[in-house]
């Protein structure tokens, strides 16, 4: 039976799933094969730029559920939308809470250093864009139409680097 978009984007809540399938595979590979090689260090400015890329992932999902509560609007994945959100971080990215999901994984990775981890962080973007977003596109055009039209010509997928 086709799914209607109009009702909720899944039936399964795919992107807390995969970002935590992400971070148990990139520890089960660190751990059966550990990249990078031994011997490698990495450069000393590297630990703190990870970690501030790690921080900015937690600020950036903070300040996204903080926005959807305040709104009351619902914040799991595979139900439907209450409200079209689109200020505070929806203005940056219309996905802040994948976003900062990544730059979180993607911040851990860098500072242990963990290439499995970034990784997985890239792969689990790709995924969740795949199996979560493009849904969860169709289910806010089905349910807000022309304001969520106007609103994808203003705000990209993933993050707005300049205006």
């Known amino acids: 039976m086709p799914q209607d978009f109009s009702i909720r984007p899944n039936r399964i809540p795919w992107p807390p799933l995969i970002y935590l399938a992400a971070v148990v595979v990139a520890l089960v590979l660190d751990l059966l094969w550990p990249l990078p090689a031994a ?21 950036l999902d903070l300040a996204a559920m903080a926005t959807m509560r305040r709104a009351h ?7 439907g939308a209450d409200r079209l959100l689109t200020d505070g971080v929806f ?5 802040p809470i994948y976003l900062g999901n990544t730059l979180l994984l993607a911040g851990v990775g860098l500072a242990l250093p963990s290439a499995w ?9 790709w995924l969740v864009d ?3 977003i493009r849904r969860e596109e169709r289910h806010l055009a ?12 203003r705000v990209p997928r993933w993050l707005r680097l300049r205006r």
């Open 39 to 59: 011997g490698w260090t990495p450069p000393g400015w590297l630990r703190p730029l990870a970690l501030a890329l790690a921080a900015a992932g937690i600020a």
């Open 73 to 79: 609007t619902n914040i799991l994945p595979h139900r």
């Open 91 to 95: 203005a940056l990215s219309r996905n």
């Open 117 to 125: 981890m970034v990784a997985a962080a890239l792969v689990a973007a």
């Open 130 to 132: 795949r199996l979560a």
């Open 142 to 153: 089905a349910r807000f139409g022309a304001a969520y039209a106007a609103y994808v010509a």
